[in-house]
C-alpha cells in the first residue's frame, strides 16, 4: 500500500533504457516490458529501435532482451511514445505490436515471426499506435485507427485484422474508410470467454461490435447514441464483470459512461443497456469494476463510484494532485490503485470515500498502467520498472 523512491517497500529495480506507455505483463514467472530506445541523439530524421525485454520477476535480473524492429519516428500525439501498445502472451510466446509490426518471440527470446501489418502506417500515423493486441480463439488481434490520416486523409483510415498465432498469416480484416468509419478509436479489445469459446467485444468510438475471432465476421452492432448518449475519440477501454459490461469515456464534449447487462457466457447474448451519463467521465483511464460497483478517474483527478448495475452514485472525490491520471486503474485486495505522472493514489474500495495512502514519485511515471505479477506490484517510471512488494511476501494476483 505504500513505498517510496527511497527503496522503501521495493524488491528490485531494473534501469530502462528507452522509454514506452507500455504497461509490464507476466508469463512463465517472467515479467515482459517493451520499449523504444533512440538510435541517433542530436541527428534527424530521429531513429528508434523497438525492444522486448525478459525480466527474471524473483530476483529483477534482465534474462534477455531482444530487438523487434528499427524505423524513422512516425508522426504520434505529444502524451504517445513510440513503444505504447502493452503485449500480450501464452504459452508458446510473447507477441508484440509496434504500429508497423507485429511479432512472435518465443520465451527464450528468439523472434519467431515477424510481419509487416501496416506498411502505410508511418506515412498515414496522427497519433501513433495505442491499441494492444489480444489473443483470441488461434488468433492475435491488432487494431489501428488513423484519425483520417497525417497531412492528408488515407483511401482507409483504420482497420482490425486477426493473425494466425503459429505464423502471423492474416486471417481476416476489416477496414473504415474516412469519415464513414468509427473514426478516432484508442481503445483494446475485449475477450470474455462463453460456452462455445472466446468472444471479442471491441468498443469504438460512436459504436460497439462483437466479432467471430476466428472469422472476423460481426455478430452484432450496437450504436451508443440509442441510449441517448454518444461516445467521440474513446481512449478508454471496455471493462467487464459477471454480468456488466461498460464503457466509458470520450473526448471534445462528446462523453459517456453506459453501462449493459451482458450475459458473456451465452455465446448468442447482445448487451441490454441499464444506465447511461455524461458527468465526469474519464478521457483516457480505463475504468474497474469489482464487486459490482464502478470506477472512474477522469484526467484532472475526479474520480468516482457508481452502482454498476443502476448508476446509483456511491461517491464522487478529487484524488491528491499527482498530475494526469491516464493510466488505467487496477482493483483488488479491497483497494482501487490510480496512477498519474506523478505518483499512485490508493483508494479503499466501497461505497464510501477513503484515501488509504498517496505515493509521490520524484522521478515521474509513463503512462503506463500498473500490473501485478510475480508477486510484485509492478510500475514503470521514466527511467526504471520497479517491483513493489516485500521481500518473502505473498501477493495474491486477481
Known amino acids: 500500500m505504500e513505498w517510496s523512491d527511497a527503496e522503501t517497500n521495493t524488491r528490485w529495480t531494473v534501469a530502462l533504457q528507452g522509454l514506452g506507455n507500455s504497461s509490464p505483463i507476466v508469463a512463465l514467472d517472467t515479467v515482459y ?47 504517445n511514445t513510440f513503444s505504447s501498445p502493452t503485449p500480450a502472451a501464452d504459452r508458446h510466446g510473447v507477441y508484440v505490436y509496434f504500429g508497423a509490426h507485429l511479432a ?87 475477450v470474455l470467454r462463453s460456452e462455445s469459446g472466446e468472444r471479442l467485444i471491441v468498443a469504438y468510438s460512436w459504436i460497439m461490435h462483437e466479432y467471430d475471432p476466428r472469422t472476423g465476421e460481426i455478430l452484432w452492432s450496437y450504436e451508443y447514441t440509442d441510449g441517448g448518449w454518444a461516445i467521440n475519440q474513446l481512449a478508454s477501454s471496455p471493462v467487464f464483470e459477471k454480468d456488466l459490461l461498460v464503457v466509458s469515456g470520450g473526448a471534445h464534449g462528446v462523453k459517456s459512461t453506459q453501462a449493459f447487462s451482458f450475459a458473456a457466457s451465452d455465446s448468442g447474448s447482445i448487451p441490454t443497456l441499464l444506465w447511461g451519463n455524461e458527468q465526469a467521465v474519464p478521457e483516457t483511464s480505463s475504468p474497474v469494476l469489482m464487486d459490482g460497483v464502478l470506477y472512474t478517474v477522469t484526467d484532472n483527478r475526479t474520480m468516482s463510484a ?83 512488494g516485500r521481500s518473502g511476501s505473498t501477493v495474491e494476483s486477481g
Open 104 to 190: 512472435r518471440v518465443l520465451h527464450t527470446g528468439e523472434v519467431d515471426w515477424l510481419v509487416e501489418v501496416d506498411p502505410d502506417y508511418a506515412a498515414t500515423s496522427r497519433y501513433g499506435a495505442a491499441s494492444s493486441p489480444v489473443l483470441a480463439a488461434d488468433v492475435v488481434v491488432v487494431m489501428q485507427d488513423r484519425e483520417w490520416g497525417y497531412r492528408r486523409r488515407p483511401s482507409h483510415t483504420g482497420w482490425i485484422a486477426g493473425f494466425d498465432r503459429d505464423g502471423g498469416a492474416l486471417r481476416w480484416k476489416h477496414e473504415w474508410a474516412g469519415e464513414e468509419g468509427p473514426c478516432c478509436t484508442y481503445t483494446t479489445p475485449l
Open 306 to 388: 457508481y452502482d454498476g448495475h443502476t448508476g446509483h452514485l456511491y461517491w464522487r472525490q478529487r484524488l491528491p494532485p499527482n498530475g494526469k491520471y491516464q493510466a488505467s486503474l487496477l482493483g483488488g485486495a479491497g483497494r482501487i490503485y490510480a496512477a498519474a505522472t506523478d505518483g499512485v493514489a490508493v483508494v479503499e474500495a466501497g461505497r464510501e470515500f477513503k484515501l488509504l495512502a498517496n505515493n509521490v514519485s520524484d522521478g515521474g511515471l509513463t503512462n503506463a498502467s500498473l500490473a501485478v505479477g510475480a508477486d510484485c506490484l509492478l510500475l514503470r517510471t521514466l527511467t526504471a520498472l520497479r517491483c513493489i
Open 33 to 79: 516490458l517493451t520499449e523504444a530506445r533512440r538510435e541517433n541523439p542530436g541527428e534527424e530524421p530521429r531513429r528508434f529501435s523497438r525492444w522486448l525485454l525478459a525480466i527474471d520477476g524473483e530476483n529483477g535480473d534482465l534474462r534477455w532482451e531482444k530487438r523487434i524492429s528499427t524505423a524513422d519516428a512516425e508522426p504520434k500525439h505529444r502524451e
